[in-house]
């Protein structure tokens, strides 16, 4: 008769043994999959994100994000409607900020919308 650990190792000798994955592998295949899948258009919008962070008053920019931008027009998306009216008192200020940080992509007006951020 076998004893109890020959019996627990012949019960656990069919499994396979794992395979070990490499973090690097992940990311690498990461980065090939967003370069083939984020539209040439969405990478340019990169620089107008980093602008609006740089613009927003400190406290307002949790509150609000990037939508789109279409045709020179900025959508923000908003929390609340005091919000909205603050940013409404902003705009002027806010475009012309954009326009500064962004050279090339010209911002003509901002519009603001209530939604979840």
Do not use: H
Request: with cysteine.
């Amino acid at each position: 008769m076998k004893s109890d650990d020959e019996l627990l190792k012949s019960a656990t000798c069919w499994r396979r043994p794992r395979k070990k994955y490499i973090g690097a592998e992940l990311s690498g295949l990461l980065a090939q999959y967003v370069n083939r899948r984020v539209k040439p258009q969405q990478r340019s919008s990169s620089p107008i994100v980093e602008a609006w962070l740089q613009v927003v008053p400190e406290g307002m920019g949790q509150d609000c994000k990037i939508e789109k931008v279409d045709r020179g027009v900025l959508t923000v998306k908003v929390n609340s409607p005091a919000y909205i009216y603050q940013f409404q008192m902003l705009k002027k200020e806010l475009i012309t900020e954009m326009q500064k940080y962004c050279g090339r992509i010209k911002i003509k007006d901002i519009k603001f919308v209530l939604g979840r951020c």
